[in-house]
C-alpha cells in the first residue's frame, strides 16, 4: 500500500545515529572490525536537485554488486561539466553514521535524455551510457553503501547500492527492498511524465492515481528527487543499529533473493529491515525454505510481501531490471506463480495469503501514529524492558499496520505469541482495526517474526521515536537468534 509519508533528508540525518550501542557478542567478527575505523559525516549532505531541474541525478547498473566485482554508475547533469561520486557505506562508526570508502576524480557530465513512455505498459526505462565503471576492492567488508553524486556547480543526489561478499557466512542477512523501491519511484516527477506502480499524471500535470499509473518499472532510472527511496531511513536505521551491537552482519538485496543469490542456511536470521511489500514467487520460496530449515526471519516493518510481482529483464535482455505488477487490472502473461496481484487473492481459500508464512499480515493505514499496546510482557522478548500488559509505546504504530487473521495459521506447524494489541482507526475509512507484533515458533525452536509497523526501526536509533525498550527488545530477539540458527552455520 501507498504509504502516507516519508521521510526527507533532514529526517534522514536525524535519525541516524545509531542508539543501544553495546556489543552483543565479543567475538571479533567482520562488522566488528570495520566499525572500528573511523568514520565520515559527509554522506549526510542533503541532496538538493528536482525531477525538473535534473541538476546531477544517477542509478547504478545493480542493485548489489559482489566485493572484487564491478558496477557501473550511470549519471545525468544539467549542464555539461564535471562531477565527482563518493561512496559511502553505512554502519555505526562511532556515531558518524558511515565511513568514506572512495572518492573518484573528476568525472565527464553530459545532459541526458528521459526516456519515451511506454504507451501501453507505463515503462519508463533510461539507457544512459555509463559515466563511472568501479570496481570493488576485494577487501571491503559487506553493506549497505550510498553514491553521493556532486556537480561542480555545487548540487547534490545519490543512490543506494549493496556490497556482497557471497563467500563469507555471517549470522545475520540484512536483506534491502529494492523490488518496493521501485515500485515507489516515481521518477522524474516533472509534472507530466513520471509513474510508478501507483500513479502517474493526468494531462493537466496534477498527480492522478490507478488510471495512470504504470503495469512495469525499471531499475534503470533514478530514484525521485535526491535519490533516496521511499522509506529507505527504516533501511538505514536498521543498519546502523545493528552494527552499533557488534552483530556480525552481512547484506543482499531482494534482487538477490529473487536470483538465487541468497542461501538461508549460511545464516542464523535473515532480517528484512522495511516497507517490503513487492515480492516474486522466488523470493517468497528462500523464506519458506528458511523457516522449514532453522534459519530465523525478521520483518521489522509492515505490509510484507503483498503483491505477487515478476522481476523481468530489461528490453537489453539484462536480468531483473524490471518490476511488473498490474494488480486489479488483467494480467496478460501469468506465469505458474499466477497473475501479479495480492498474494492473499490467489487461488481459492487464501492459501498464498502472506499470514501463511509470516502468522499476520497487512490490515490498515494510519493517518497519524498511535500506541503500541504491550501484550505478553512476561514473554522472553520483552524482558529487560519493565515493560507490562497494557503499557503503550507512544506513537510506534505507524503509516502501515499488521494483524492476525483469523482462520489463517501458518502453513507450517508454529505457535504463535502475540506480543502487542494495539487499536487503531483506519484512514481508508474501514473503522477500527488492531496491530499485532507477532513472533511464531516452529517445534525446532526456528522464529518468525514480525514487529507490524512502520516505526520500529526508527526506535532504535536516534529519532522522533526513539524507545530504549524497544532496542532492548529487538536486541533480545537477535540474541535468541544467535542461540539457535541454522544448522548450516
Known amino acids: 500500500m501507498l504509504g502516507l509519508f516519508t521521510l526527507g533528508a533532514a529526517a534522514l540525518s536525524a535519525c541516524a545515529r545509531a542508539a543501544g550501542l553495546g556489543s552483543s557478542r565479543q567475538s571479533n567478527n567482520a562488522t566488528t572490525r570495520e566499525n572500528r575505523i573511523t568514520g565520515d559525516e559527509g554522506w549526510r549532505v542533503p541532496g538538493n536537485v528536482t525531477d525538473t531541474a535534473r541538476q546531477i541525478q544517477g542509478y547504478t547498473s545493480t542493485t548489489s554488486v559482489n566485493a572484487g566485482e564491478t558496477i557501473d554508475f550511470h549519471v545525468s547533469v544539467a549542464e555539461a561539466q564535471p562531477f565527482t561520486v563518493t561512496l559511502y557505506r553505512i554502519g555505526h562508526y562511532n556515531g558518524a553514521g558511515a565511513r568514506l570508502m572512495y572518492t573518484s576524480?573528476?568525472?565527464?557530465?553530459?545532459?541526458?535524455?528521459?526516456?519515451?513512455?511506454?504507451?501501453?505498459?507505463?515503462?519508463?526505462?533510461?539507457?544512459?551510457?555509463?559515466?563511472?565503471?568501479?570496481?570493488?576492492?576485494?577487501?571491503?567488508?559487506?553493506?549497505?553503501?550510498?553514491?553521493?553524486?556532486?556537480?561542480?556547480?555545487?548540487?547534490?543526489?545519490?543512490?543506494?547500492?549493496?556490497?556482497?561478499?557471497?563467500?563469507?557466512?555471517?549470522?545475520?542477512?540484512?536483506?534491502?527492498?529494492?523490488?518496493?523501491?521501485?515500485?515507489?519511484?516515481?521518477?522524474?516527477?516533472?509534472?507530466?511524465?513520471?509513474?510508478?506502480?501507483?500513479?502517474?499524471?493526468?494531462?493537466?500535470?496534477?498527480?492522478?492515481?490507478?488510471?495512470?499509473?504504470?503495469?512495469?518499472?525499471?531499475?534503470?532510472?533514478?530514484?525521485?528527487?535526491?535519490?533516496?527511496?521511499?522509506?529507505?531511513?527504516?533501511?538505514?536505521?536498521?543498519?546502523?543499529?545493528?552494527?552499533?551491537?557488534?552483530?556480525?552482519?552481512?547484506?543482499?538485496?531482494?534482487?538477490?533473493?529473487?536470483?538465487?543469490?541468497?542461501?538461508?542456511?549460511?545464516?542464523?536470521?535473515?532480517?528484512?529491515?522495511?516497507?517490503?511489500?513487492?515480492?516474486?514467487?522466488?523470493?517468497?520460496?528462500?523464506?519458506?525454505?528458511?523457516?522449514?530449515?532453522?534459519?530465523?526471519?525478521?520483518?521489522?516493518?509492515?505490509?510484507?510481501?503483498?503483491?505477487?510481482?515478476?522481476?523481468?529483464?530489461?528490453?537489453?535482455?539484462?536480468?531483473?531490471?524490471?518490476?511488473?505488477?498490474?494488480?486489479?487490472?488483467?494480467d496478460p502473461a501469468p506465469d505458474s506463480a499466477g497473475p501479479t496481484k495480492r498474494w492473499r487473492s490467489q487461488g481459492t481459500d487464501r492459501e498464498q495469503a502472506e499470514a501463511r508464512l509470516l502468522g499476520v499480515q497487512y490490515n490498515g493505514m494510519l493517518r497519524t501514529p498511535a500506541p503500541l499496546v504491550v501484550r505478553k510482557a512476561t514473554h522472553w522478548f520483552w524482558a529487560g524492558t519493565g515493560l507490562q500488559d497494557g503499557d503503550e509505546i507512544k506513537d510506534l504504530v505507524a503509516v502501515e499496520a499488521d494483524g492476525r487473521y483469523r482462520g489463517l495459521a501458518t502453513d507450517y506447524e508454529s505457535k504463535q505469541a502475540l506480543l502487542s494489541r494495539s487499536p487503531y482507526v483506519d484512514s481508508m475509512g474501514r473503522g477500527e482495526k488492531i496491530q499485532n507484533t507477532s513472533l511464531c515458533r516452529t517445534p525446532a525452536g526456528t522464529i518468525m517474526f514480525c514487529a507490524g509497523t512502520f516505526h520500529w526501526p526508527l526506535a532504535l536509533v536516534e529519532s522522533p521515536v526513539t524507545d530504549t525498550r524497544i532496542q532492548k527488545a529487538t536486541k533480545n530477539l537477535f540474541d535468541r537468534f544467535l542461540k539457535t540458527g541454522s544448522a548450516g552455520r
Open 105 to 330: 576524480g573528476a568525472l565527464a557530465g553530459r545532459p541526458q535524455p528521459v526516456p519515451a513512455v511506454d504507451p501501453d505498459t507505463g515503462l519508463i526505462d533510461c539507457q544512459w551510457p555509463s559515466a563511472w565503471t568501479f570496481q570493488v576492492p576485494e577487501n571491503w567488508t559487506s553493506g549497505l553503501f550510498l553514491a553521493v553524486f556532486e556537480s561542480a556547480d555545487g548540487f547534490h543526489s545519490s543512490t543506494p547500492f549493496v556490497v556482497r561478499n557471497d563467500g563469507r557466512r555471517s549470522d545475520f542477512l540484512i536483506v534491502v527492498p529494492f523490488t518496493t523501491y521501485a515500485a515507489y519511484n516515481v521518477w522524474p516527477a516533472d509534472g507530466h511524465t513520471g509513474k510508478n506502480l501507483y500513479k502517474g499524471y493526468r494531462a493537466n500535470g496534477s498527480m492522478g492515481s490507478a488510471p495512470e499509473r504504470a503495469y512495469r518499472v525499471s531499475l534503470n532510472r533514478p530514484f525521485s528527487g535526491d535519490g533516496m527511496p521511499s522509506w529507505a531511513t527504516l533501511d538505514i536505521a536498521t543498519a546502523q543499529w545493528a552494527e552499533a551491537n557488534g552483530y556480525d552482519v552481512a547484506y543482499a538485496t531482494s534482487i538477490d533473493l529473487h536470483e538465487g543469490r541468497v542461501d538461508p542456511g549460511r545464516h542464523r536470521a535473515l532480517v528484512f529491515p522495511g516497507h517490503d511489500e513487492y515480492w516474486s514467487a522466488a523470493m517468497r520460496d528462500v523464506v519458506e525454505k528458511a523457516i522449514r530449515n532453522s534459519t530465523h526471519c525478521a520483518f521489522l516493518a509492515a505490509n510484507n510481501i503483498y503483491w505477487n510481482v515478476r522481476v523481468e529483464a530489461d528490453h537489453r535482455g539484462v536480468a531483473a531490471r524490471v518490476i511488473t505488477c498490474y494488480k486489479d487490472d488483467p
